[in-house]
């Protein structure tokens, strides 16, 4: 699937084809998957959802010595505020002990720039990037104003280049480009491998003959890249690295938080090591391509299950399965240890959780598998090809609502209204709306806590049984928070507002 050689790589809408509108049972959804005709799928009632610039640049922000450039009216690097101190912190844990944060800038674009074009205003910004930090690697966030007026960022990057050290990587992350927030992972990761790892941009894949040669070599070196856009927190970056460490493997850690200067090597590992299809299926089906560097994607290591395939996939590769065997043995014994005092509490408790599609399949298999919780809807931001091994235990269940949705609060506080959960797992906004219906929250992701691997397996659990032990905030939060929604509303079916609003391709 080559797509180097273009200035701009295909949005996930063309690229993958996935659904972001769907309610019902998982078996319709991976057939309707399957036909393609889920894609179709709209809303004709719906509320905002992400925009792939934020996201982009998120990811982009995290690589040490660099300066991200929003390219666009001031408003558009807004949703950006609320991560300022969190890079720094992250770096820090990671032992960058020179670490100063998110370096960020806007070109500030105004209605006359809208009339008169905004290029010279980008390369002033590029400019003064320079000049002010002299860093790694300048990226530029395009936005939908200069995408719209026709600014060429790749035309003014091939100008200025020449004037300046760091190293200039235009994003075309533009909003309006895509349904899919998730683009924006392909986005950055195209930037990288175009503009960081390859010094020559129309490189051609490999031949087949050349790959082979190349794998087998860097086989015996034992090395992996383990691979983390921003959705791992040091803490789980330490826990699957103790994992890896017992089978033997040595790893590097990319792209987020690492130098740029360090990427070169990522072309050096033995096998690309993917928490997240979602995340990486663009970036490891590249360097395999063109550098011959083979991955793994299936699943994500949350949950005794998953954990189980992630390391067996990787030990596979490598033909040390026994080896692996014996380490999942002892950590599952010892797990199922730490456990048993947990369990009571969690029996038959009625569980929601509302994330990416690859974690909500896997953190919801673990709530019922490990702790015996029982699930009654899952929420995931879209569906693709991707979800079908992590959702696999609930392909036979009519019991459990499958909702996909990228935000969309009016459905899930009707379905909370029908199915009341006692507990819901979940991002960001959606957790608030959860608690305003007296709903106790864990959020599925957070920078410090633990989720990934055995470990975090344990710790979900013991924070499940804290907010489940005193619920009382939850409650009080649900007895006088009032809905803006009217009573008709949770009367209707949850998912009225779904219809085929397009041509099935
Ligand atoms: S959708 Fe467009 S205008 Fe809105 S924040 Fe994103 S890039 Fe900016």
Redesign the pocket.
């Known amino acids: 699937m080559s797509y180097l050689h273009l200035k701009v790589p295909p949005t996930r809408d063309e690229r993958l084809k996935p659904c972001n509108a769907y309610g019902g049972s998982m078996c319709n959804l991976a057939k309707g998957q399957k036909t393609g005709c889920l894609s179709a799928n709209g809303r004709t009632f719906a509320q905002a959802t992400g ?1 792939q ?2 996201l982009s640049m998120a990811m982009a922000a995290s690589i040490p010595n660099t300066v991200v450039i929003y390219h ?2 001031v ?2 690097g807004a ?1 950006s505020l609320g991560l300022a101190g969190q890079s720094k912190l992250s770096q820090l844990a990671r032992g960058n002990n020179d670490a100063v944060g998110r370096v960020w800038m806007s070109t500030n674009l105004s209605e006359s720039d809208v009339v008169n074009g905004s290029e010279a205003k980008l390369e002033a910004a590029i400019l003064e990037a320079e000049r002010r930090f002299r860093p790694h690697a300048i990226f530029i966030g395009n ?3 200069p995408a719209i007026i026709g600014d060429d960022i790749d035309n003014v990057t091939q100008k200025v280049q020449p004037l300046v050290n760091a190293r200039i990587i235009p994003l075309h992350c ?3 480009k895509t349904r899919f927030v998730a683009t924006a992972y392909d986005i950055v990761y195209h930037g990288i491998l175009r503009y960081l790892l390859n010094e020559d941009p129309d490189r051609e894949p490999l031949l087949k003959d050349e790959a082979a040669d190349i794998a087998y070599e860097q086989k015996r070196k034992r090395t992996v890249n383990l691979l983390n856009v921003g959705s791992m927190g040091y803490v789980d970056e330490v826990e699957l690295t103790r994992l890896l460490n017992a089978i033997g493997l040595e790893v590097n850690v990319y792209p987020c938080f690492t130098s740029p200067e360090k990427f070169v090597r990522v072309k050096d590992a033995a096998l690309s090591v993917s928490i997240c299809a979602t995340h990486d299926d663009y970036f490891v089906e590249h360097l395999k391509e063109h550098y011959g560097v083979p991955y793994v994607l299936n699943t994500i290591p949350i949950g005794t299950d998953n954990v189980r395939l992630w390391l067996l996939d990787i030990a596979d590769f490598f033909g040390i399965r026994e080896q692996a065997l014996r380490v999942i043995e002892l950590e599952e014994a010892e797990l199922r240890k730490a456990l048993e005092p947990l369990l009571p509490l969690f029996k038959g408790k009625k569980a929601f959780v509302s994330t990416g599609e690859i974690r909500a399949g896997a953190q919801a298999c673990m709530l019922e598998n490990d702790l015996g919780m029982t699930v009654v809807g899952i929420r995931a931001h879209h569906y693709d090809q991707f979800g079908e091994i992590v959702f696999d235990n609930f392909k036979d269940r009519d019991d459990v609502t499958i909702n996909v949705a990228a935000n969309q609060p009016f459905e899930q506080v009707n379905l909370f209204r029908k199915l009341k959960p006692d507990l819901f797992l979940g991002h960001g906004n959606s957790n608030v709306w959860a608690a305003r219906q007296g709903v106790p929250v864990l959020p599925i992701y957070g920078p410090n806590n633990s989720y990934l691997g055995y470990k975090g397996i344990f710790e979900v659990a013991s924070r499940l049984e804290r907010i489940l032990e005193n619920p009382e905030y939850y409650k009080t939060l649900g007895d006088t928070a009032e809905s803006p929604y009217q009573e008709a509303w949770y009367d209707q079916d949850a998912y009225a507002y779904i219809k085929q609003t397009q041509q099935v391709a």
Request: proline fraction near 7%.
């Open positions: 925009c610039l934020t666009g009216p408003g558009c949703g936005t939908c104003v533009e909003g309006f």
